[in-house]
Every structure is written in C-alpha cells, then in structure tokens.
C-alpha cells in the first residue's frame, strides 16, 4: 500500500464512517491552516481586547467618573458608536446590527460587554488600557530605518 494513502487511511475512514458534511470539514480544515488568518479570526479574537479598549475610554470620559460600570457600558450600546463597532466586527460573523430588534437585543448586549469586562482572563488588556487611556499604543512602526 502506498505509505501517502496509508498515513490518512484513519482519517479517511473516519469521516466515512461519519455524517460529516464534506464542505464543511474541508472548510474547518482550511480554516486551521498555520498562519493563514482570516479577517474573520482577527475579528473573533480581537473582538475582547477592542471592547476593552472602547470601554476604558468610555470610563474615563469626565461625564461618566461617577457612573457605574453598567450604566457606561448601557448608553454606549444606545449609540450610533456601538452600531457601528458592532457591524464592523461582527461582520465576518455575518452579523449586523439589527434596529428593529434593538430594544430586545441591547439587555442582552450590555451583559456580554459587563461580562468581557469582567473576565479574569482579560485582567492584561485592562492593565494595558488603563496605562494608555483605552489607546492602542503602536512604538516604532519601521524598524528598520
């Protein structure tokens, strides 16, 4: 037996046996190609740290110093800002912004956002942000000159 056919022959079998879709396995398959980002996976992943980063500056807006974490994150999912944030980085995602259903959806986004914010796992982004004022901080763009 050929050792090239013999090496995906479990793999093969598998699916196979399986009922799994074609396209879609292909597809997952491609998707985790090494250093083949999509903008896509640069959304998904970067979607935490940018939330973030708007909310930090949110908070250290002089209107809201007194305002509770809630309350900043609710009137910036009321705004124009937000809609657009959202239809930009959920995009990939094939998801927009819906206006119609806003005032089912928005109770459902500010919890999301208040449970990024509060993830242990993201105690580094607001470190970062809370140094920089909710800025990305981009040193030294052309090393080389």
Known sequence: MDKGKDKWAKVISFLRKSNRDPDKTLKLLKGN????????????SSYSMNVIAV???KINEPKNKDKSLTHVIRQ?????D???????????????WNEVEANKTQNKYIKQLNDIWTKPHQLGHKEYFKKTKGKFIINNLNPKK
């Open 33 to 44: 190609q090494k250093n083949a980002e999509t903008n896509y996976s640069i959304n998904r």
């Open 55 to 57: 909310i930090t500056q």
């Open 82 to 96: 937000f809609r657009d944030f959202y239809n930009l980085l959920k995009g990939e995602e094939n998801l927009k």
């Open 76 to 80: 910036w999912v009321k705004t124009k």
